[in-house]
T-cell receptor, first 115, second 111 residues
């Protein structure tokens, strides 16, 4: 398996533009997580899905952020409109809960810079 | 609210020395994970600890879990430069049905 795939790896955009981050989880994994990492706030869980259904989006900072998972092999995180404070590395991770264990496999991340 | 704390947040140590990183958490859990992140890279799973008293070792790293004390430790033995990275613990809580990461411990091993 190729692991968790994220695209793009780097994104530079201007304030006010729409940004869409993409993630392909590991096949067979039923959990998908979106994290944001910054120096100031560390690693934050934004939202996670179980079997394509959003379970907890309490970490989504505000209405400008939205996430979808239309099928088991694809998820998007959209920011509209983007702001400079959204600059961060966004990680997607997937896992399969077996016997109560949920070891997450992380994608390479998308480094977002909003000018 | 589930809180996960790590201590220290920053650690600079000389090669050959031993040290321990601590992970405290605020809720009942018997599953804890340790991850490593190299600068500019993604997170990589190191250990999965599944029960009270669990101990896992790989190379110069050893992790343990005390669920009664809500404490996990990551012990580094005879540190080498290659261990320089940020180490995260993550607590898997059935109460919250999610995994919460600690703030990370940034380790620098100096020759």
């Amino acid at each position: 398996d190729a692991g968790v795939i994220q695209s793009p790896r780097h994104e530079v955009t201007e304030m006010g533009q729409e940004v869409t981050l993409r993630c392909k989880p590991i096949s067979g994994h039923d959990y998908l997580f979106w994290y944001r990492q910054t120096m100031m706030r560390g690693l934050e869980l934004l939202i996670y899905f179980n079997n394509n259904v959003p379970i907890d989006d309490s970490g989504m900072p505000e209405d400008r952020f939205s996430a979808k998972m239309p099928n088991a092999s694809f998820s998007t995180l959209k920011i509209q409109p983007s702001e400079p404070r959204d600059s961060a590395v966004y990680f997607c991770a997937s896992s399969q809960r077996l016997a109560g264990v949920s070891k997450a496999f992380f994608g390479p991340g998308t480094r977002l810079t909003v000018l | 609210e589930l809180k996960v704390e790590q201590n220290p947040l920053f650690l600079s140590m000389q090669e050959g020395k031993n040290y321990t990183i601590y992970c405290n958490y605020s809720t009942t859990s018997d599953r804890l994970y340790w991850y490593r992140q190299d600068p500019g890279k993604s997170l990589e799973s190191l250990f999965v600890l599944l029960s009270n008293g669990a101990v896992k070792q790989e190379g110069r790293l050893m992790a343990s879990l005390d669920t009664k004390a809500r404490l996990s430790t990551l012990h580094i033995t005879a540190a080498v430069h290659d261990l320089s990275a940020t180490y995260f613990c993550a607590v898997d809580s059935t109460s919250y049905d999610k995994v919460i990461f600690g703030p990370g411990t940034s380790l620098s091993v100096i020759p």
